[in-house]
C-alpha cells in the first residue's frame, strides 16, 4: 500500500514561515505584525495536526522577513513557535520564538489604576517564564500577571 503525502499549503518562495504556532494564536500574531493590511501574500493554517502539539497554527508570509523583535513578541503568544526565513523557496535560517526580557506598546496592563489608561504612553512590561507560565511584570503600577490572564494587546 503506498501512502501519498501533500503539502496542505503551498511553499513560498521569499518570506517567512511561522510554525508550531498553539492552536488558536495565529489571528493574533496576524495583527501583531499588522498584515491585515499588508500586500504581502499570507498563508494561514488554523487547527492543523501537530505530532508535537496535538493541534497548531502556521503562518506563511511572502516578501516579509522577520526581525529578532518581532519574534520576541511573537514568543509571548507562541512560544517556541518556529520561524524560518526563505529565500529562493529554500530555508537559509532558523529562529525558535525566545522571550524577549521586556515588552514595549504590545500588551494592555489589566490594572485599570495603571498609569497607562490615563496618561499618553506605551505599556512596558518586565517578562519571566515560570513553571511554563509567562509573567509579566508592568514597569508603571508594579502589577504582576500571567500571560493568559492579559486580555487586550494593541493592534
Not at 503539502?7 to 495565529?26: F, R, S
Not at 499588522?34 to 504581502?40: G, I, P, Q, S, T
Not at 487547527?47 to 529578532?68: A, C, H, Q, T, V
Not at 512560544?79 to 514595549?104: C, S
Amino acid at each position: 500500500m503506498t501512502t501519498k503525502k501533500t503539502l496542505m499549503v503551498e511553499a513560498i518562495h521569499n518570506g517567512t514561515v511561522i510554525d508550531h504556532i498553539p492552536a488558536g494564536q495565529a489571528l493574533r500574531i496576524v495583527e501583531l505584525l499588522k498584515m491585515k493590511d499588508a500586500h504581502n501574500a499570507l498563508t494561514l493554517g488554523l487547527n492543523l495536526e501537530s505530532k508535537r502539539l496535538g493541534k497548531k497554527d502556521i503562518l506563511k508570509i511572502e516578501g516579509r522577513f522577520l526581525s529578532e523583535i518581532e519574534a520576541g513578541e511573537i514568543a509571548v503568544f507562541a512560544p517556541g513557535a518556529r520561524i524560518n526565513l526563505i529565500r529562493d523557496f529554500e530555508v537559509v535560517e532558523k529562529m525558535t520564538a525566545a522571550l524577549p526580557q521586556e515588552l514595549h506598546k504590545i500588551l494592555i496592563c489589566p490594572n485599570q489604576n495603571c498609569i497607562t489608561h490615563t496618561e499618553p504612553m506605551d505599556s512596558f512590561f518586565h517578562v519571566k517564564a515560570t513553571r511554563g507560565d509567562i509573567r509579566l511584570s508592568c514597569h508603571y503600577c508594579e502589577g504582576e500577571f500571567v500571560r493568559s490572564d492579559i486580555a487586550e494587546y494593541r493592534t
